[in-house]
C-alpha cells in the first residue's frame, strides 16, 4: 500500500518548481475559473511560511489590500499555480514569520537581501 501512495504522490510532483524563500516578496500567478473562462489572478505579498514536502507543500504570503491583512495558501506543486515570480528577497532569521501579523504599516516591511 505504501508504494502504491509514493508512485500517485511521485506522479502530482511539478517539473519545475519555484525557487523562493521565507521573507521573499513574490507575485503569485494563479488560474481562476469563472463559469466557462478561466483567467489569471495575481497575488503580491510576502511570503510568511513554507511547509510540508513532496506533493503535500504549501507556502502562505501575506498582503495589505486596503488597510486589511489578507493571507492566502497555496500549494506548491497544483496545477492552478501558473507561477510564482520573486520580485525582492528578503533577510529574515525566521522560519515562520507570524510576527508580521501584529504589525501595521512600515513595522510590518522585511529587509532586503543585499548579495
Known sequence: MNEIIKNIEAAQLKA?????????????YAKIKEGNRERVQVFEGVVLKKQGGSNRATFTVRKNSNGIGVEKTWPLHSPT????????????RRAKLTYLRGRIGKKAKVKELVK
Open 81 to 92: 499555480l501558473e507561477k510564482v515570480e520573486v520580485i525582492r528577497a528578503g533577510k529574515v
Open 16 to 28: 519545475e518548481v519555484p525557487q523562493f524563500n521565507v521573507g521573499d516578496t513574490v507575485k503569485v
